[in-house]
């Protein structure tokens, strides 16, 4: 069992507005999940996305399946 703790950081994008989401990904390898949590509120609740769900997901922000904003 590993006791390694979640390492955060936000996008360089983010343009410091406040409307971040941040990410530990640095548990990827020894646990099989990505943290993801809000920048605004860091006591607060972390949602354990797996590996390949977050990858997935990244692939698809970066192809633009959601849309432009």
Do not use: H, I, Y
């Not at 950081?9 to 999940?33: H, I, M, R, T, Y």
């Not at 949590?37 to 609740?45: I, L, T, V, W, Y």
């Amino acid at each position: 069992m590993t006791t390694e703790s979640p390492r955060w950081f936000k996008s360089s994008f983010s343009e410091n507005g406040g409307q971040c989401v941040e990410v530990a990904a640095n548990l990827a390898a020894s646990l099989g999940v990505v943290p993801v949590r809000d920048s605004k509120n860091p006591a607060g609740p972390v949602l354990n996305t797996s590996t390949t769900s977050f990858t997935t997901f990244v692939a698809s922000v970066k192809a633009g399946e959601f849309g432009a904003t």
